[in-house]
């Protein structure tokens, strides 16, 4: 069974498609928020002077287009992302600061500051935080403090401007100047930018983990629902051992396969042959997990099964056992209706083992196989083979059987066996006890399931 990793570039890829959508969506609640304050500029605001804070608000709007341009025509970049947010900070700051020139009323530049006009730039910052970029959250905020430092420090230098270190404390007349320049209140402001645009990028990265922990998740349940039955799906997904842990035990293995597929597909266009392939898998599949089995790969037709993993149960031979003439009765099913469009009907051969078996990963970082391995592996996989030369539909290891006794669950009938036999296996030293069932005349017609017999 193989459990596909979450490759990170692969999961940064998404978070980066997502950064872009981010960007979009800041985009156009930009535009809602500009013509929301452009509306009410032009009621509150009267003419000339409304028509130079329409004029930022165009700019702010074809600055905030910018990233998307550079986008459309493949010139997108972290750089010229950061350098769109400091001109951005940069154009607030001078929004904020630089009087009006159609303004009736010349304020001192230094009255700019009174105005709390640094809190519009925590709206800037929250704009920054739906980029879904803890990165960009942060140099914005930088780029906020270090735009509104220049200002600040361009106002600071003018020399009418009144400012020290004891100014508002011990000079009340120099506090109420309106040349006045506060610096701790500068200080305080930067700081706190700072302090919220960490906070925010915080916030923003902790929200990436949480859905990078949701996809794998939600990953992890697919990659299952693919090779495990859904009842065990849940359960593995919930357990806090993982499965993978290298381990041994015992457990059914089955392995099924279209009895002269090669010849058979030797007369077939591709598309029949995947589409053949296709049927053939999903109908095996689907019996191995209604009787609780996992799928461990499919080896060209060949569809490799175990009872038993990646939790051992208390039925594991037996649910082996009724799968295997399930499929069987499967397969009649099946050629019954390929009969009815004319089709040739399919043989299949089933060998299936019981015996311990190593459980675990197998592979590298990048391509992970959760398989068993084993003499019992080899030992179904021959047992399979054996069905060409027997002529038989299915054979099964006398420790199988045995397995069933002990499990006692099921009255399973074995009179529909041909009997027992001792045949030799390669790779074996020991001849091996099995089971025969089906002849060349019953080859895909399975017993019923009632009455266990010796």
């Known amino acids: 069974m193989r459990t596909v990793s979450l490759e990170s570039d692969h999961i940064e890829g998404a978070f980066a498609r997502e950064e872009e959508a981010g960007l979009r969506f800041a985009f156009q609640l930009r535009l809602v928020a500009l013509l929301a304050i452009a509306g ?110 220049i200002g600040v420090y361009w106002i600071w230098t003018r020399p009418d401007t009144v400012s020290g270190p004891t100014t508002g404390l011990t000079d009340p007349d120099g506090f109420l100047s309106p040349y006045f320049v506060n610096v701790v209140t500068w200080q305080n402001e930067v700081v706190l930018m700072l302090i919220v645009a960490a906070l925010l990028a915080a916030a923003v990265w902790r929200s990436r983990r949480l859905v990078l922990r949701q996809v794998a998740a939600e990953q992890a349940r697919a990659n299952l629902a693919r090779y495990f039955s859904p009842n065990l799906v849940e359960r593995l997904a919930r357990a806090d051992r993982p499965f993978d842990d290298p381990r041994t035990q015992d457990a059914a293995v089955l392995f099924v396969d279209i009895v002269g597929f090669t010849g058979l597909a030797e007369g077939m266009p591709p598309e029949r042959v995947i589409e053949l392939l296709r049927g053939f898998h999903q109908r095996m599949c689907r019996v191995v997990f209604a009787h609780g089995g996992t799928i461990d790969k499919y080896i060209g037709d060949a569809v490799f099964a175990t009872f038993g993993t990646p939790q051992p149960g208390e039925r594991d031979a037996t649910n082996a056992l009724s799968c295997a003439l399930e499929m069987l009765r499967e397969m009649e099913r099946w050629n019954a209706k390929r009969a009815i469009r004319g089709a040739k009907a399919l043989q299949v051969g089933i060998g299936v083992h019981y015996g311990p078996v190593i459980a675990g990963n197998i592979g590298d970082a990048r391509r992970l196989e959760f398989t068993v391995i084993g003499d019992v592996v080899n030992v179904a996989s021959r047992l399979e083979r054996l069905t060409r030369v027997h002529e038989a539909a299915l054979i099964v290891s006398e420790d199988l059987v045995a397995a069933v006794r002990r499990e006692a669950l099921d009255r399973i009938s074995l009179r529909d066996f041909v009997g027992q036999e001792t045949c030799e296996v390669r790779g074996r030293r020991a001849p091996l006890t099995v089971w025969l069932y089906g002849g060349a005349m019953a080859r895909n017609s399975a017993p019923p399931l009632q009455g266990m017999q010796p």
Not at 45 to 73: E, I, M
Not at 88 to 94: F, I, Q, R
């Open 40 to 149: 009410w500029l032009l009621y509150s605001v009267p003419l000339p002077r409304v028509s130079y804070y329409l004029g930022l608000v165009v700019l702010f709007t074809l600055l905030g287009a910018v990233p998307l341009l550079l986008r459309h025509y493949g010139r997108w970049g972290t750089g010229a992302l950061a350098f769109v947010a400091v001109l951005d900070a940069g154009l607030l700051a001078y929004t904020l600061l630089a009087p009006n020139p159609f303004a009736d009323t010349t304020w001192p530049p230094q009255m700019m500051l009174r105005f709390h006009n640094f809190l519009y730039f925590f709206v800037f910052l929250a704009g920054a935080a739906l980029s879904y970029s803890p990165g960009h959250v942060l140099w914005s905020g930088a780029a906020a403090a270090a735009m509104w430092s």
